[in-house]
Antibody, heavy 121, light 108 residues
C-alpha cells in the first residue's frame, strides 16, 4: 500500500523559506505513470495546487507561485521536496503531498495526511 | 485563465439524491475529477475521468460531464457523505492543475 508522509517545520518566520519533504513508502517514486505533487489549503479555504514533479526532475508549477517555488526529487531516498521562498502570512496553510497520475486524466489518487505550516514571527 | 465554478453549499435529505455541479466553458471536453474532504482529513479521490470510480468508493457515487457542467451525483445520501467536495481538471494550455472552490454537502 503506497503511502505519503509530509515532514518539516510547523512554524516559519515571515520572509524566510518554507521547506517540506514528502517521503513515499510502499512503492517507487520512479514510476513512469506518475508525477508527485504539492497542494495546499489555507485555513477555511479550498485546495490550491502548488506544483508537481516527475522522477526525472521535470516540473510543472502553479504560475501564481512559480517565482517562489522549487520542487525537487531524490529517487535514491524515494522522496520529493518543496521550497517556498519569501513566505508571508498568506502562505499559512496545510500542505499536502500527493501522487499525481499523469496519463489520460492527470488526477491525484493518493494523498499524504497533510502538515500545517504557520508563518509567524 | 480557466475557472471552475462550484456552488458553496448543497443540502440533501437523508436517503435522497445529491447533485454537486462544477461549471466551466466547454468543461465537457475535459477530464473532470472529484474529491471528498472531511474535516481534518486529506482529500479522497471519489471519481476520476468523468465517470470512473476508484475501488472502495460506493456505487452510490456517480459522475457525468457534458457541455459546460460536470456533475457528481450521490444517491441514497448518508450522514457519512457530509463533506466538502472539490472538482479538478488539468488545463493543458497552461499545464496547470485547477480545483473548483469546493461545495459543502449537508445531509439533513
Amino acid at each position: 500500500q503506497l503511502q505519503l508522509q509530509e515532514s518539516g517545520p510547523g512554524l516559519v518566520r515571515p520572509s524566510e523559506t518554507l521547506s517540506l519533504t514528502c517521503t513515499v513508502s510502499g512503492g517507487p517514486i520512479a514510476d513512469s505513470s506518475y508525477f508527485w505533487g504539492w497542494i495546499r489549503q489555507s485555513p477555511g479555504k479550498g485546495l490550491e495546487w502548488i506544483g508537481s514533479i516527475y522522477y526525472s526532475g521535470s516540473t510543472h508549477y502553479n504560475l501564481s507561485l512559480k517565482s517562489r517555488v522549487t520542487i525537487s526529487v531524490d529517487t535514491s531516498s524515494n522522496l520529493f521536496s518543496l521550497k517556498l521562498t519569501s513566505v508571508t502570512a498568506a502562505d499559512t496553510a496545510v500542505y499536502f503531498c500527493a501522487r499525481h497520475y499523469f496519463r489520460d486524466g492527470y488526477y491525484f489518487d493518493i494523498w499524504g495526511q497533510g502538515t500545517l505550516v504557520t508563518v509567524s514571527s | 485563465s480557466y475557472d471552475l465554478t462550484q456552488p458553496l453549499s448543497v443540502s440533501v435529505a437523508l436517503g435522497q439524491t445529491a447533485r454537486i455541479t462544477c461549471g466551466g466553458p466547454d468543461i465537457g471536453t475535459r477530464n473532470v475529477h472529484w474529491y471528498q474532504q472531511k474535516p481534518g482529513q486529506a482529500p479522497l479521490l471519489v471519481f476520476y475521468r468523468d465517470s470512473n470510480r476508484p475501488s472502495g468508493i460506493p456505487e452510490r457515487f456517480s459522475g457525468s460531464n457534458t457541455g459546460n457542467t460536470a456533475t457528481l451525483t450521490i444517491s441514497r445520501a448518508q450522514a457519512g457523505d457530509e463533506a466538502d467536495y472539490y472538482c479538478q481538471i488539468w488545463d493543458r494550455d497552461s499545464s496547470t492543475a485547477l480545483f473548483g472552490g469546493g461545495t459543502k454537502l449537508t445531509v439533513l
